[in-house]
């Protein structure tokens, strides 16, 4: 079974920063695309970020130049850093360990909130 267990949420400026992180247990984790994803009030969950199990990564147009995906593997935790933050960057953010670069598993964070004011 495996669990992702998100944090560093939070309230935050625009074009401020914040750093995301997803811990997850299993050792299925080295061997996985791990994706971040989001999800405004309204709107349908989105692929904002992707990384394979060799760190190879995909962003979605909205975020690139200022958010970057890493990964930790010794650590089993995968990392978003957002920087330059919009008030369209305001959304749940959930991370999920993937089958392949589009197709999410069943296995989802809690979410972390991300409120960015303008």
């Known amino acids: 079974q495996v669990q992702l267990v998100e944090s560093g949420g939070g309230l935050v400026q625009a074009g401020g920063s914040l750093r995301l992180s997803c811990a997850a247990s299993?050792?299925?984790?080295?061997?996985?695309?791990m994706g971040w994803y989001r999800q405004a009030p309204g709107k349908q969950r989105e692929l904002v970020a992707a990384?394979?199990?060799?760190?190879?990564?995909n962003y979605a147009d909205s975020v690139k130049g200022r958010f970057t995906i890493s990964r930790d593997n010794a650590k089993n935790t995968v990392y978003l850093q957002m920087n330059s933050l919009k008030s369209e960057d305001t959304a749940v953010y959930y991370c999920?360990?993937?089958?392949?670069?589009?197709?999410?598993?069943?296995?989802w964070g809690q979410g972390t909130q991300v409120t960015v004011s303008s």
């Open positions: 299993g050792s299925i984790f080295r061997v996985s695309t």
């Open positions: 999920n360990l993937m089958w392949n670069w589009s197709t999410p598993s069943q296995y």
């Open positions: 990384i394979s199990s060799v760190g190879i990564t």
